[in-house]
């Protein structure tokens, strides 16, 4: 299961932290990422953290999306900082190769 929080409403140019808690797995072992999902689109995938802390981002939030994991807390987190009209969508964690469970999400809005 994952659990996700930290989404809301940022101006054009400000920062959130999302945070995402699993359980039912053996979190240390596994592959984390974070995907979005916009309006009317597919959910895609934007950035990824193994289980040795390499990390990979997609080209539209690379340079400006931190994800990071504590494995003591089973948690998985986003830093998300320069955020732009084009990032409002609802956000969530899952395996690299995502499992078929998807949580709930957390929504984030940017907006002046």
């Known amino acids: 299961q994952f659990a996700e929080t930290g989404g809301g409403l940022v101006q054009p140019g400000g920062s959130l932290r999302l945070s995402c808690v699993a359980s039912g797995f053996d979190f240390n072992m596994r592959s984390m990422a974070w995907y979005r999902q916009m309006p009317g689109s597919e959910r895609e995938w934007i950035a990824g953290?193994?289980?040795?802390?390499?990390?990979k981002y997609a080209d539209s939030v690379s340079g400006r999306f931190t994800i990071s994991r504590d494995n003591a807390r089973n948690t998985a987190y986003l830093q998300m900082n320069s955020l732009l009209p084009a990032d409002p969508a609802v956000y969530y964690c899952n395996l690299w190769t995502p499992s078929a469970v998807w949580g709930q999400g957390t929504r984030v809005t940017v907006s002046a």
């Open positions: 953290i193994s289980n040795r802390d390499e990390v």
